[in-house]
T-cell receptor, first 114, second 116 residues
């Protein structure tokens, strides 16, 4: 069975500080992709970053980076220099090569304060 | 602009009144999917489609129907809505059906449905 676990229901971070949102996964697929999405209060799902299971380097997209530790089955999202606009729900998701859907975690609500 | 659109964005209806939520993408994507989002449960897949005329059940298909007559459109049909279908619904699409690679799923803006 495939599963995504996000153990932090909520996180607080001060503006301009870095924050790490945790994500662990479980899969038997030999190849898979890991994704992070942001959901602001307006409700839309915004794609942030992708990591392939065979990628040698950790993915980065601007202030977002993915700390991928394959042996530990973790794919943590690191947001550097947090901004007030980063306040949102963040979802970790996975899609295996042998599956036809994204599996989502339950999300982490990030609050950035001045 | 490449996008996934959904209509309506908000809908309040009554039990048993058939409704359709439309979804359209302009990216020539093969794969389309419907999810519902409920507090504490994350997103769960309702139905998905690998291509035209190819649809299959996701994790929570009961009470829903879909069709894929054209590549760009993937409507979600609730034949007889019930209050437990009150939820936030998302349509998503990705380029291909097979493999992973950078096959990112792009989401529509969501449809907030309330069934009284």
């Amino acid at each position: 069975a495939q599963k995504i676990t996000q153990t932090q229901p909520g996180m607080f971070v001060q503006e301009k500080e870095a924050v790490t949102l945790d994500c662990t996964y479980d899969t038997s697929d030999p190849s898979y992709g890991l994704f992070w999405y942001k959901q602001p209060s307006s409700g839309e799902m915004i794609f942030l970053i992708y990591q392939g299971s065979y990628d040698q380097q950790n993915a980065t997209e601007g202030r977002y980076s993915l700390n991928f530790q394959k042996a530990r089955k973790s794919a943590n999202l690191v947001i550097s220099a947090s901004q007030l606009g980063d306040s949102a729900m963040y979802f970790c998701a996975m899609r295996g090569i042998n599956t036809d859907k994204l599996i989502f975690g339950t999300g982490t609500r990030l609050q950035v304060f001045p | 602009e490449a996008q996934v659109t959904q209509n309506p964005r908000y809908l309040i209806t009554v039990t048993g009144k058939k409704l359709t939520v439309t979804c359209s993408q302009n990216m020539n994507h093969e794969y389309m999917s419907w999810y519902r989002q409920d507090p504490g449960l994350g997103l769960r897949q309702i139905y998905y489609s690998m291509n035209v005329e190819v649809t299959d059940k996701g994790d929570v298909p009961e009470g829903y129907k879909v069709s894929r007559k054209e590549k760009r459109n993937f409507p979600l049909i609730l034949e007889s809505p019930s209050p437990n279908q009150t939820s936030l619904y998302f349509c998503a699409s990705s380029l291909s059906s097979a493999g992973v690679g950078t096959d990112t799923q792009y989401f529509g803006p969501g449809t907030r449905l309330t069934v009284l």
